[in-house]
């Protein structure tokens, strides 16, 4: 009889499941519950985009691909991004692209190449939840960087946590749990910061295309990549296009980087589907505006109906909003989860992704009916 038990290592001690689970499996109990937990977009995958798969599968594009992605693709995403932050992109360039199994395949070769034990990962928080997992699996240890109550990473915020242990900072805007989206200024200074004390920047862009009108600057994302091209820019198409099922992202970053990143895919996740990087270059070329616009009008939904109620960063971007359980009513974000399940409504508690609990996520990537309906029982639980 094998101990399992005893042969498993240190670090996955240091590594919790996703409490976001736990949320889903109460989901499935509830009878047609109002699910605010989703963090995934509401509409299918544009036809053009399923139509590239299903003719690349029959042309028989189902073997390996090379592990960095096909160079179509890669050239695709260099053509996009050279002149949205202006750097040459490219197996010749100082820059170059990794296309990846989804952007949390790019966090997790990010980490890999860079982070060991007894390195620091400043990230923020509030934080996605991959994060801090991630670095307990390559044995570092997060560092938070409290960004309450505007969740806004700043430089100033960032400065003090920063040590000779720290290999890089993760920064992720639009944000996951609250929406927020930094400014250009304010992203001058985190690469400016970093620059100068020799520390990373790993820029999780995953939200980029879902960034409205008041998160945009003349029109244009701001992204930190405008201001240097000595940091890793980490973008996905599972929220872009809905593809959360296909698995694809990629990472952009200083070829040295970029190579040893591919070294650790070559064996870890080999290359991303075959079938799903021919049709990642026709995601590219396809228009999701319309979406965006109706996140954008649902954002104000969510801001009209619990703006005033509680306090809540401003989203503009992403398709949450992470607002405050009021204080006076003495609950925790998770007793405030367990209240909103009473009125059918299912949210995220705030202490999933952070680690204070008096905050919750909702994810209003719904239909406007359920969202109307949800908000009001949320707001009437605030009052
Ligand atoms: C901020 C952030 N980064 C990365 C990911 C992972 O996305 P992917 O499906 O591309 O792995 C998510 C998914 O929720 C996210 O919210």
Redesign the pocket.
């Known amino acids: 009889m094998i101990d399992i038990e005893a042969l498993l290592t240190d670090r996955l001690q240091a590594m919790e499941p996703s409490g976001i689970r736990r949320v889903f499996e109460m989901a499935a109990k509830m009878k047609e519950p109002i699910n605010f937990s989703i963090?995934q977009p509401d509409f299918d995958v544009p036809e053009p985009i399923k139509r590239a798969a299903i003719d690349a599968i029959s042309a028989g594009r189902n073997g390996y691909t090379v592990t960095q992605g096909i160079p179509e693709l890669r050239s695709a995403i260099a053509a996009k991004l050279s002149p949205e932050i202006g750097w040459e992109i490219g197996p010749n360039a100082e820059c170059d692209v990794l296309i990846t199994n989804?952007?949390?395949?790019g966090?997790m070769l990010a980490y890999l190449a860079l982070g060991q034990k007894g390195d620091e990962i400043i990230i923020p928080d509030p934080y996605?939840v991959?994060y801090p997992q991630v670095a307990a699996v390559v044995g570092a240890t997060a560092k938070y960087c409290d960004t309450y109550p505007d969740c806004r990473m700043t430089a100033a915020r960032i400065e003090p946590l920063i040590t000779e242990r720290t290999k890089f900072v993760v920064l992720?805007s639009p944000g996951?749990p609250s929406g927020v989206v930094l400014s250009s200024d304010e992203l001058r200074d985190i690469v400016e910061l970093c620059e100068s004390r020799g520390v990373l920047l790993v820029s999780?862009e995953?939200y980029d295309e879902f960034t409205y009108g008041d998160g945009r600057e003349s029109g244009v994302f701001p992204t930190p990549g405008r201001f240097s091209n000595q940091l890793l820019i980490l973008r996905?198409f599972?929220k872009t296009y809905g593809m959360?099922g296909w698995r694809l992202?990629f990472a952009v970053g200083p070829t040295r980087l970029i190579r040893e990143m591919t070294k650790v895919n070559q064996y870890s996740f080999v290359c991303a589907p075959n079938m799903v990087q021919h049709a990642g270059v026709v995601a590219l070329q396809t228009d999701v505006s319309a979406h965006v616009k109706a996140y954008e009008r649902k954002r104000d939904m969510v801001v009209e109906a619990l703006g005033g109620v509680t306090e809540l960063a401003r989203p503009t971007g992403a398709f949450y909003a992470f607002p405050q359980v009021p204080p006076r009513l003495g609950l925790t974000g998770d007793e405030f989860f367990r209240k909103a399940l009473d009125k059918n409504v299912l949210v995220i508690p705030g202490n999933i992704f952070s680690t204070r609990d008096t905050h919750f996520r909702i994810s209003y990537a719904v239909d406007d009916a359920r969202l109307a309906r949800g908000l009001e029982a949320l707001a009437s639980l605030m009052r």
């Open positions: 963090g989804g952007t949390s395949a966090l996605f991959s992720n996951n999780d995953i996905g599972s959360t992202g």
